[in-house]
């Protein structure tokens, strides 16, 4: 069989659908990589297996999910070379069928080198002049047809040059793993390969957006991930984006660093005090805290309960005026772990004290100028713990609440206002003295949920815009009691927290009466 | 030894649990990919289809190799498990047979 006659007999379709069947496997690896780590990171923690030998079973888990990484990168390359493939395959193949037909229409026949063959015979000049035009005509007529069926062969061939360079490619990322005909690779050919011993250089971390930054970190092997965190903590632990164990980690480090260093007596010392205290007390509770941000020099803290990398449904506290990390981190935690505990056993639930923004004192609670800067903090704060669960092998993204009180729904309508929509599925609008954003319906969120009550004087001065407590506002109301005061709606007395528990759970929907 | 050892067997047996079920789920995706190997080359015969062919199996051999490890290493959780409750047992043992039986012990 001739070299054209070869290639359009190939089946592109059965090609195309072995690679397409296998498109999806790189990002399964990259999920299974990820549950991976996460068996990792449990197996190595405290509360698990302590001792030498927890370590090293730890490490071997590492070191699983770092070889996992590179393999899964390997194969995303392959996976691009053999897409390649399949689409110089399907040139090559039509070019191929083209020059067949163009040749089997004018008569002609392959030669061994796959060019066009069988022209009729030249006129010659013994041949009668009828016969000698007729004879002519055809000779012209198969010669022009064979240059097209030639010139289809040639692109048939070229197609099929890069059809094979692209088959070559695709075993290049693997190359280094290869083993003799007739032998399977071992996992220390692989490890020796992909995750050589040694020191792992830490990798530069980036200054993008949540999104960018979750891809990065995904993208990154175990070893990797790890030697971030122990490398760049300050980085690592700021950067939203990134999956809460790792910022939690790294965050850590920059805590028992700050209460190393900080001169006692400073603001940054007293709040780092603050910081740790309340993160043993949590861990004394049984109930291990995320130190989601530790920024001392901005006083900006955020502090989850429950896990942010898990969760069913997350909801974040933002407070009002006049609250400190060192102060008020206590009782914004206390809320928090009321409003988990409200939203009942059903979906795994973590709860952020978000401290992300500088609150107002007493002279500046008039202005949105706080609010300006802390709404962008915010909607950044939102996108990256929607980013961190939107990479392949995290759970599903969690129904996620913003809980805010009184100038911290002045935050959460800037963060309305931030460009992109809001990545929360409902606003819960405590005590609040009004919103630039609107009313409820240009608040983004799917629900918006409001409570207020004639005890509390903030909720109707309408200080910075409408508010739930304007009946045109357009809000779910929560219920609340005529004495209820400004700073009792997350009261476990009051019926408000029940409420909020059950929108933060996803059971109560605008329009319905408590549950 | 100023270790603090100290293990969780439950946990550790959660964990194990759940490597055994990765291993197998990656050896079914090996499994998946292994039954495409000769898929390239019935359909391109001749070298490009042997190039790609070979791809298929270097992909079904890597994900094989994952999977046998986190079997093995989830293998390994499991005897260090048994060893834990065996050498407990085995203490518990030696322990009961060096105390006289019989005095009550005050609580």
Known sequence: ?515 | MSHLISVQLDALRVLLEDLVALGAELQEEADWTAACRASPGTALPGPVGDAAGTVVAGWTDVLAALAARCLAVAATLDAALSAYRAADEGLGDQLSRAWVPGVAVPR
């Open chain 1, 1 to 515: 069989m001739t070299a054209p006659e070869q290639v359009a007999g190939w089946d592109v379709d059965l090609l195309r659908a072995t690679v397409g069947a296998r498109a999806g496997t790189p990002d399964r690896v990259t999920g299974w990589r990820v549950r991976v780590e996460a068996v990792g990171r449990r197996l190595g923690g405290a509360e698990c297996w302590s001792g030498p030998a927890g370590e090293v079973a730890a490490e071997a888990v590492v070191e699983l999910a770092t070889v996992a990484a590179r393999a899964s990168a390997a194969l995303s390359a392959s996976l691009e070379s053999l897409q390649v493939l399949t689409r110089e395959a399907a040139v090559a193949q039509e070019e191929a069928a083209r020059a067949l037909a163009v040749a089997a229409a004018a008569g002609l026949v392959w030669d061994e080198h796959g060019r066009a063959a069988g022209l009729p015979v030249a006129p010659v000049s013994s041949m009668a002049p009828d016969q000698l035009g007729e004879v002519l005509a055809r000779r012209v007529a198969a010669e022009r047809a064979a240059a097209f069926a030639n010139a289809f062969a040639e692109d048939a061939a070229a197609a099929g040059a890069r059809a094979l360079q692209a088959a070559e490619a695709a075993g290049e990322p693997l190359a280094g793993v290869r083993v003799p005909v007739g032998t399977a690779p071992t996992f220390a050919a692989l490890a020796a390969r992909w995750a050589p011993p040694g020191p792992v250089q830490p990798p530069a971390v980036p200054a993008v957006d949540p999104r960018a930054a979750a891809s990065w970190w995904s993208a990154l092997s175990a070893a990797d991930q790890l030697a971030a965190v122990r490398g760049s903590p300050a980085e690592v632990g700021a950067l939203d984006g990134l999956p809460a164990w790792a910022r939690d980690q790294a965050n850590r480090l920059v805590l028992a660093e700050a209460l190393r260093r900080l001169p006692e007596g400073s603001a940054e010392h007293a709040t780092a005090v603050a910081v740790a205290g309340r993160l043993a007390a949590l861990e004394d509770d049984g109930r291990p805290g995320q130190l989601l941000q530790f920024d001392p020099a901005g006083d900006r803290v955020a502090v989850a309960v429950g896990d942010l990398d898990t969760a069913d449904a997350v909801a974040v506290l933002v407070p009002g005026i006049l609250t400190t990390a060192e102060d008020d981190l206590d009782d914004v935690l206390v809320d928090a772990l009321a409003v988990a505990a409200a939203a009942g056993a059903g979906p795994a639930v973590a709860a952020v004290a978000w401290l992300g923004y500088r609150t107002p004192r007493v002279p500046s609670m008039a202005s949105p100028q706080l609010a300006r800067r802390g709404g962008v903090d915010l909607d950044r704060a939102l996108d990256g713990l929607a980013a961190a669960r939107g990479t392949p092998g995290t759970p599903p993204r969690p129904r996620t609440t913003v809980v805010a009180h009184s100038y911290g729904t002045v935050v959460t309508g800037e963060a309305v206002q931030a460009p992109g929509r809001i990545a929360a599925d409902a606003l819960v609008l405590l005590g609040s003295p009004g919103l630039t954003g609107g009313a409820a319906e240009d608040l983004e969120a799917g629900e918006v949920h409001g409570a207020w009550s004639v005890a509390d004087p903030v909720s109707w001065v309408q200080w910075f815009g409408d508010s739930p407590m304007d009946q045109s506002f357009g809000d779910a109301p929560l219920p609340t009691e005529l004495t209820q005061g400004h700073v009792e709606y997350l009261d476990p007395d009051r019926p408000t927290l029940a409420a909020i528990g059950e929108v933060v759970a996803g059971t109560r929907r605008p329009g319905e009466e408590p549950g």
